[in-house]
């Protein structure tokens, strides 16, 4: 197999040293390795602001899905009502979730390149107060469009509900401080900005709040309450853990510390999503999501002309080292590529010159 770079939203490229990490076979009892839980979960409340007092880290086997899943069955009341704002694929999964557990849900949907409204949602609450709980997207990966966060923690603090906010491909990579924005439970996973590899997510979890959740989960080993009660006592997972994956997360993080934090992260995925947007606009390959919403994560384009082929496409940047994405859109042809993961400035521009290079292949032909 050849070698190449991931430019998708993870899995993502990882250092080498990430994956050296995963060389040794850990003990899952063993206090070397649950010290190494304990610490991930302390350095999470860091990165999210979070005083340790008043908040707890709880980690979730599987892939970021089922970490939602976990929140949504473990922390939902049958007598609870929960308000989903939609505007792409994995804000329609929560609300699958939902409908999957029996929870009562109503869905505010919005075009997917479009952002929530305030007044909207300030209507919805306002008309239905059996709403309890609010849950939201901050960057749907399903476009690249971010979400205002501060306008939905706003609401959520003045007509007092508890928050839920999937931060799955934008925790690490952009600064979010929990505590400030009144986030209940915020959920992330191991493979995207953090630069691990998958097989778990977490949740910084408000501590009052979970500790009312005991005995709520419709499921063994989803339930949240239980994976904290037992985790907090000396940093073992209730089950098997991915320990090659944890291992290689706690490496992670220390470089993420190394690079000098969620700051410079996100100065170096800006900078690079810039770069590849203002490079491919000049080809007429024209990003969907308009410049002031658009995440410094991932970006959707559209197809530059009708004779545009992603298969070949893909193909052709793939055997010169760059895997993209396809786009996840029903309506209009795009496709997808990510900024997040080991990828500096010179991959962008390696990136742009051969995608110059196709598109003018593509114009004599
Ligand atoms: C990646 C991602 C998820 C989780 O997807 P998995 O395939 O289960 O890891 C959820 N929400 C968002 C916004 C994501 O980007």
């Known amino acids: 197999m050849n070698s190449y770079k991931l430019l998708t939203p993870g899995p993502l490229t990882t250092t080498r040293t990430v994956k050296e990490e995963m060389l040794l076979d850990r003990c899952t009892w063993d206090d070397e390795y649950k010290s190494m839980t304990q610490q991930i979960r302390s350095q999470l409340l860091n990165l999210a602001g979070a005083d340790p007092v008043k908040y707890t880290t709880v980690l ?15 922390t939902i009341r049958d007598e609870d009502k929960l308000l989903i704002v939609t505007n792409g694929a994995y804000g329609e999964r929560i609300v699958q979730i939902a409908a999957c557990i029996g929870l009562q849900h109503t869905e505010y949907r919005v075009n997917f390149d479009e952002q929530p409204n305030e007044s909207d949602i300030r209507s919805i609450l306002e008309n239905d107060p059996s709403i309890s709980h609010i849950a939201m997207v901050h960057c749907e990966t399903t476009t690249g469009i971010l979400n205002p966060l501060d306008m939905i923690s706003k609401l959520s603090i003045a007509y007092r509900k508890t928050l839920i906010i999937d931060a799955m491909s934008s925790f690490g990579g952009i600064e979010i401080d929990v505590p400030s924005l009144g986030i209940d439970y915020l959920i992330s996973s191991a493979n995207k900005c953090i630069q691990g590899v998958p097989g778990f997510g ?3 979890a408000n501590k009052e709040k979970l500790t ?12 949240l309450y239980d ?10 997972w209730r089950f098997t853990s991915p ?17 000098g934090g969620v700051a410079a992260r996100f100065i170096r995925y800006r900078g690079n999503n810039a770069l590849l947007r203002e490079r491919l606009a000049q080809l007429g390959i024209h990003a969907y999501i308009a ?9 959707t384009f559209l197809f530059p002309n009708e004779s545009f082929s992603f298969p070949h496409f893909y193909a052709y940047t793939k055997a010169r080292g760059f895997v993209i994405y396809p786009g996840k859109l029903t309506d ?21 010159t051969i995608i110059e290079e196709y598109m003018g292949v593509g114009v004599i032909a």
Not at 65 to 72: A, D, I, Y
Not at 227 to 236: L, N
Not at 342 to 348: A, L, P, R, S
């Open 212 to 223: 009312a959740c005991e005995g709520i989960a419709r499921s063994l080993s989803l339930d």
């Open 60 to 74: 979730m086997q599987g892939s970021g899905t089922f970490t939602v899943e976990s929140v949504l069955t473990s």
């Open 291 to 299: 410049s002031d919403k658009q995440s410094p994560i991932i970006t």
């Open 332 to 352: 209009v042809d795009t496709f997808r590529i990510g900024n997040i993961g080991e990828i500096d400035y010179e991959d962008i521009e390696q990136l742009c």
């Open 202 to 204: 977490f949740v910084i």
């Open 227 to 236: 994976q904290w009660q037992g985790m907090d006592k000396d940093g073992k």
């Open 243 to 259: 320990t090659h994956v944890v291992a290689a997360f706690s490496k992670a993080l220390e470089e993420l510390v190394q690079e």
